[in-house]
């Protein structure tokens, strides 16, 4: 067969991928999507397919009914795999009924777990004892590993890096919903040194990951610092009967109220919790007055409603996500073509204007910085404008405040997705101090901030140089 060059066409990857690129006829497979032939294969001298080490099992297709919210076994899904742990915050739970019954899908003490559907897809999980019994869900696959062959720390951990992830995506199905086999990841490659690399490659991972979590969690206790102070600066002190409150261990369920309070307002019992009201007043017996915000506002309105019809180039657009508690994110920003501008029309920020989400988790703001200067923003938010009166930065850091996410919770309208309005903004209470103790509190809080965006991105970089070791043993 004479060989030819084949164009492919462009494939949505992410860089360092080619998204447009040429193969031989001849190196077709049985796949002729552009995505599969986008993700080089590996070649390395000491690699062997994980079914060689490994059996992959898919977990029970537990039916909806069958779910329970409070009590009984742990099921672990998907969503549960989170940055090669697994999360519980969100757990789900099967009657205990099926204990006996589905024995092979309980998982064991320190089971490699791995995503295997969805945007998760590719990300491992471990599970230690203190969690079971759970169940696999069958979205997820678990591997039984052959220890004669391989230290099961190193696949947990190799699993991790760009060699099995990279792979997972090529062959993996689907277009909005991907999804892999067991089988398909049987046959993904993995590197397989010596056992004494192994478990050297386990040390330096294992010290790396440690590190990264020591960090992190300092990064944290920086963050939590943030509302104490500004409480404390405030001369705010939160009631013990109020955290416990705010913290579901002793909300009221039976109260009442009078029906003068609910005249032209709410009648939903969530929005009369006695501990809102007993919020509203700590706040108003702090060292200063509060005052509306609508009193600094000079201009206030929606973001765009547009389709999704991003563009390498043109018009920089934040959405939602981009959004984050006194940041804007900036670094996955999509853009929107050129001729959209007009259909944009006032929805663009200017360095110093306030974005606030209206949507999903509503109350998260963040002044804009220059960085975002002149960018559109989505429908899910809402850009207000502040007078000189007032510290934007500190307004910023009130707005993200525990106690005052609880108030603008309160104040979602809808069922299924609540949202806040303008007229909610607009009637924030602010605590104002001079312009001078504002510019000090925003000042701190940045400091803490920027102390702990810190140690997040040194943990980013002891993790990547701990890979860039392993890889050079094993790639090298």
């Known amino acids: 067969m004479t060989q030819t060059n084949m164009f492919v066409g462009k494939a949505k990857t992410q860089q360092p991928n080619p998204q447009i690129f040429t193969i031989w006829s001849n190196e077709i497979k049985k796949r002729i999507d552009p995505y599969f032939y986008a993700f080089k294969e590996l070649k ?35 969503q549960n795999i989170k940055n090669g742990e697994i999360e519980f915050s969100k757990i789900i739970y099967i009657n205990d009924k099926y204990l006996n019954r589905l024995e092979d899908f309980l998982l064991n003490d320190r089971d490699v777990l791995v995503a295997m559907t969805g945007a998760t897809i590719g990300k491992v999980g471990r599970i230690y004892q203190d969690v ?16 004669n062959k391989i230290n099961p720390d190193y696949l947990f951990y190799i ?28 046959d ?60 579901g261990e002793e909300k009221e369920m039976v109260f009442e109220v009078m029906s003068n309070e609910v005249e032209d307002s709410r009648i939903d019992a969530e929005y009369w919790q006695p501990f809102l009201e007993e919020i509203e007043q700590i706040i108003n017996k702090g060292k200063y007055k509060t ?14 409603s547009t389709s999704n019809a991003y563009v390498d180039n043109g018009i920089p657009f934040l959405r939602i996500l981009n959004l984050k508690p006194n940041h804007i994110n900036i670094s996955n ?35 804009a910085p220059k960085e975002a200067d002149g960018f559109a923003f989505g429908s899910f938010m809402i850009k207000f404008c502040l007078n000189d009166e007032i510290n934007k930065e500190f307004v910023s850091i009130w707005l993200n405040n525990k106690l005052n996410k609880f108030l603008t919770e309160r104040e979602k309208i809808g069922a299924i997705q609540g949202n806040i309005t303008i007229g909610t903004i607009e009637n924030f209470d602010i605590p104002i101090p001079s312009l001078e103790i504002q510019k000090r509190i925003a000042d701190k809080a940045k400091n803490y901030r920027t102390k702990a965006d810190t140690l997040r991105k040194e943990a980013k970089e002891v993790l990547q ?3 860039e070791k392993v890889e050079g043993i094993i790639l090298g």
Do not use: C
Not at 333 to 352: C, Q, T
């Open 333 to 367: 920003v999509v853009h929107l073509p050129e001729n959209f501008r007009k259909k944009l029309g006032n929805a663009f920020v200017n360095a110093g204007d306030l974005l606030i989400s209206r949507s999903g988790t509503v109350g998260v703001v963040s002044v």
């Open 465 to 467: 140089n701990a890979k």
């Open 291 to 304: 005052q509306k915000l609508k009193n600094f506002i000079t201009k206030i309105h929606y973001g765009a």
């Open 44 to 78: 390395i001298s000491n690699s062997v397919q994980i079914k060689k080490i490994a059996e992959v099992q898919g977990g029970y297709a537990f039916k909806s009914g069958e779910y329970q919210q409070e009590y009984g076994v742990p099921l672990v899904r998907i």
């Open 188 to 247: 993904i490659k993995i590197p397989l040194p010596s056992l004494q690399i192994q478990n050297k490659i386990v040390g330096i991972m294992a010290r790396a990951y440690q590190e990264k979590k020591e960090k992190e969690a300092e990064a944290d206790r920086l963050l939590g610092f943030i509302d104490g102070y500004v409480l404390g600066e405030l001369g705010i002190k939160i009631l013990p009967a109020v955290a416990k409150a705010m913290a």
């Open 159 to 186: 699993l991790q890096f760009d060699i099995f992830v990279d792979q997972v995506k090529r062959l993996s199905l689907g277009g909005s919903q991907p999804n892999i086999s067991p089988g398909s990841i049987g």
């Open 132 to 147: 079971l019994p759970a169940f696999l869900n069958q979205r997820v696959g678990r591997f039984i590993i052959d220890k």
